[in-house]
């Protein structure tokens, strides 16, 4: 009889362990189709924003071709149709061509070499924002 409760106690602990794996096994195939899911739309959530970026790129430097045609062309309100034209068009064009990605690698290069005024002007942004959101 001792005999039988042991088998049977070993057949339970089996039976245990088998379930025990495949819950875990569930668990770990669950886990994963979440972290597809959820890497697929940070894909597409990035893929957006880029398409995003570049199109306000492309409006900005449309808008500065427009100002340099539609603008004064001669005398000093000329110069400074022209030069806010081209920053305009050259700001535009760096924004398409770069897109959201470029540009933050360009932020993380400036941040690199010159760490203690991007963290001065962090800290002035983030005062200003408190200020304007305190109020």
Same mark, same amino acid.
Request: hydrophobic residues 40%; glycine residues 14%.
């Given at each position: 009889?001792? &005999?039988?409760?042991? &088998? ?30 959820? =890497? ?16 306000? #790129? ?5 808008? =500065? ?9 001669? =005398? ?28 933050? &690698? &360009? ?14 002007? #962090? ?13």
């Amino acid at each position: 009889m001792a &005999d039988k409760a042991k &088998d049977a106690g070993t057949t339970l602990v089996d039976k245990a362990k088998d379930i025990a794996s495949q819950a875990g096994d569930k668990v770990k195939q669950a886990a994963s189709a979440v972290g597809d899911a959820v =890497g697929g739309a940070a894909t597409n959530a990035g893929k957006t924003a880029e398409k995003w970026t570049s199109s306000a #790129g492309s409006g900005i430097k449309n808008l =500065g071709e427009t100002i340099e045609h539609k603008g004064p062309q001669e =005398g000093m309100l000329g110069n400074a149709t022209r030069a806010v034209a081209s920053t305009l068009e050259d700001t535009g064009r760096y924004i398409e061509q770069e897109g959201l990605s470029g540009m933050m &690698d &360009d932020v993380t290069d400036v941040v690199r070499r010159h760490p203690l005024p991007a963290v001065l002007v #962090g800290i002035g942004l983030g005062f200003l924002l408190g200020r304007t959101l305190g109020s």
